[in-house]
């Protein structure tokens, strides 16, 4: 991602530099093409910039929520762990602690013991989140299992308050509450990058497209061999995401 993203600012950057190469030219830069002209040339970089800028803020502010979402569920497994110390110490019946351990087993991400490794069609074994179910969504969903069958049974009533019922459902809460700001934050920075791709990279009217159209032109009023037609032929813009 990081490599990509400096791709991205590379190219609006060599954008500049192109427009600042062409305004060099003086008058005879004077193409029938509007688009190309200096004035929206500078135009389209302020935009494009601008579009990098929002992907920037808005990732920032997906980066800043999941990191807290990592730290929270940071300590999901070791509630797991703590969860059925307490159950098998409080009396409860076998049939219940049976229960506990398949939806524990799920919350740390493990295989019954006996279960056979799946494999893809080339010998690999299958991803292990894909057995796990170790989503954030599914994460939770298996706390709200293990709450709801504590829930029923009597003998579970730990000392320890991030133990108990009452505990472990605000646990759940925060959980479900950071999840979705999660998902809420994502929205935007998706957009933001939609926007920015489109901007950039779309067929005749991107900026990769109009640089090259730039180029184009400039070879009908310059010979190739001239400083004027390499002072832009050689910067370089890549297209880094391909927009239908």
Known sequence: MANSETGHAKN???FQTLISNCTSFGVIYNPSNRILTI??????????KGNLNKVSRTKSEHDDIEGKRQTLFGSYRTISTKIMGALLSSGAPQTVINDARTI???????????????????????????ISQQSFD????????????LSFERKYDPNEPHLTIEGLRAYHDELDTIN??????YGPYSNA?????RKLY???????????????????IY????????SISKLPFKTLVDIE
Request: proline share 3%.
């Open 12 to 14: 609006v950057a060599n």
């Open 39 to 48: 004035e929206n040339l500078k135009l389209f970089h302020i935009e494009a």
């Open 104 to 130: 524990s087993r799920k919350m740390q991400g493990r295989r019954a013991p006996g279960t056979k490794i799946e494999l893809n069609e080339d010998g690999t074994k299958k991803s292990r989140n894909s």
């Open 138 to 149: 599914m994460r939770i969903e298996h706390l709200d299992k293990m709450i709801e069958l």
């Open 180 to 185: 979705e700001q999660v998902k809420d934050a």
């Open 193 to 197: 990058m939609n926007a920015r791709n």
């Open 202 to 220: 779309a067929p005749e009217i991107g900026l990769v497209a109009i640089a090259n159209s730039v180029k184009n032109y400039a070879k009908s």
């Open 223 to 230: 010979k190739t061999n001239t400083p004027e037609y390499k």
